[in-house]
């Protein structure tokens, strides 16, 4: 017997959550915000990944404080969200499937026991049970809403393989160079002291990046990739503090853009 032939037990069980959250869905307003690295959950089948519990607590598991940040902008902006529930370190919803960090084996020098040698079946099983339910979900979205603006809310560590990164937040775009520094503009003036990185803390590609390329440059939407440092995020006053600069930013970006 051929035991590749054999049917596959699926990834995600019956206990287990579905991969997209939709918050907000009847919201009025004319953006849709969306948050790949929103959630740290694991499906039961691949039990803790081989890594320790307190591994889950850190950035390479999440983006700490994004979803907290989304939420708070999805109220202030009306926007509907969507959000990813399972973590990055089972797939990376903002990057092509065919990307080598798609599953991390390795993530900012953390082995990933449970991504180590997957076979082809293993791989398309994370892409055809959480990818790309969260890729279909934010694709019909903007056809069913057609939103005016879309916006990837992230966040990043403050050291990155022992280099600290001096910024603030970042806008992370290519094709669009109108709406990132339309934002950026409103936050230099409305919060002088903070240090604004433009395509920081990292470049754009096509090879690494899914977010920009496909649902905001391939749909010609207004749209930016919004980096907040993790530390000012992380509590719920910072929280509140970058909504409201954000939720400043894009209503007059949206009110100017009309
Ligand atoms: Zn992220």
């Given at each position: 017997m051929n035991i590749s032939n054999q049917p596959q037990p699926p990834?995600?069980?019956?206990s287990d959550p579905a991969p997209v959250e939709i918050v907000?869905?009847?919201?009025?307003?004319?953006v849709l915000l969306v948050c790949e690295h929103a959630g740290r959950e694991i499906p039961s089948?691949?039990?803790?990944?081989?890594?320790?519990?307190?591994?889950?607590?850190?950035?390479i598991a999440y983006d700490i404080g994004a979803r907290d940040l989304a939420l708070m902008l999805s109220e202030r902006l009306d926007a509907p969200l969507v959000a990813q529930?399972?973590?990055?370190?089972?797939?990376?919803?903002?990057?092509?499937?065919?990307?080598?960090?798609?599953?991390?084996?390795?993530s900012d020098g953390t082995e990933i026991p449970a991504n180590r040698n997957l076979d082809a079946r293993e791989r398309a099983q994370r892409a055809t049970e959480i990818f790309e339910p969260f890729d279909r979900a934010l694709a019909g979205a903007i056809r069913n809403r057609r939103p005016k603006a879309i916006f990837a809310i992230h966040s990043f560590n403050p050291v990155l393989r022992g280099v600290s990164r001096p910024w603030d937040i970042g806008f992370l775009y290519r094709k669009d160079a109108r709406t990132s520094p339309a934002l950026q503009r409103y936050l230099l003036a409305a919060a002088p002291d903070i240090s604004i990185g433009m395509q920081e803390p990292y470049a754009i590609s096509d090879q690494s990046d899914w977010f920009v390329p496909v649902h905001g440059e391939r749909n010609g939407i207004a749209h930016s990739l919004i980096e907040v440092r993790n530390d000012h995020i992380s509590h719920p006053e910072g929280v509140a503090r970058f909504a409201g600069l954000l939720a400043g930013a894009i209503g007059d970006f949206m009110k100017k853009g009309d």
């Amino acid at each position: 017997m051929n035991i590749s032939n054999q049917p596959q037990p699926p990834l995600l069980g019956a206990s287990d959550p579905a991969p997209v959250e939709i918050v907000n869905p009847a919201g009025r307003g004319d953006v849709l915000l969306v948050c790949e690295h929103a959630g740290r959950e694991i499906p039961s089948s691949l039990g803790d990944l081989g890594i320790a519990a307190s591994e889950m607590d850190r950035h390479i598991a999440y983006d700490i404080g994004a979803r907290d940040l989304a939420l708070m902008l999805s109220e202030r902006l009306d926007a509907p969200l969507v959000a990813q529930r399972y973590s990055r370190l089972v797939i990376d919803c903002n990057r092509p499937t065919e990307a080598d960090d798609s599953i991390p084996p390795v993530s900012d020098g953390t082995e990933i026991p449970a991504n180590r040698n997957l076979d082809a079946r293993e791989r398309a099983q994370r892409a055809t049970e959480i990818f790309e339910p969260f890729d279909r979900a934010l694709a019909g979205a903007i056809r069913n809403r057609r939103p005016k603006a879309i916006f990837a809310i992230h966040s990043f560590n403050p050291v990155l393989r022992g280099v600290s990164r001096p910024w603030d937040i970042g806008f992370l775009y290519r094709k669009d160079a109108r709406t990132s520094p339309a934002l950026q503009r409103y936050l230099l003036a409305a919060a002088p002291d903070i240090s604004i990185g433009m395509q920081e803390p990292y470049a754009i590609s096509d090879q690494s990046d899914w977010f920009v390329p496909v649902h905001g440059e391939r749909n010609g939407i207004a749209h930016s990739l919004i980096e907040v440092r993790n530390d000012h995020i992380s509590h719920p006053e910072g929280v509140a503090r970058f909504a409201g600069l954000l939720a400043g930013a894009i209503g007059d970006f949206m009110k100017k853009g009309d």
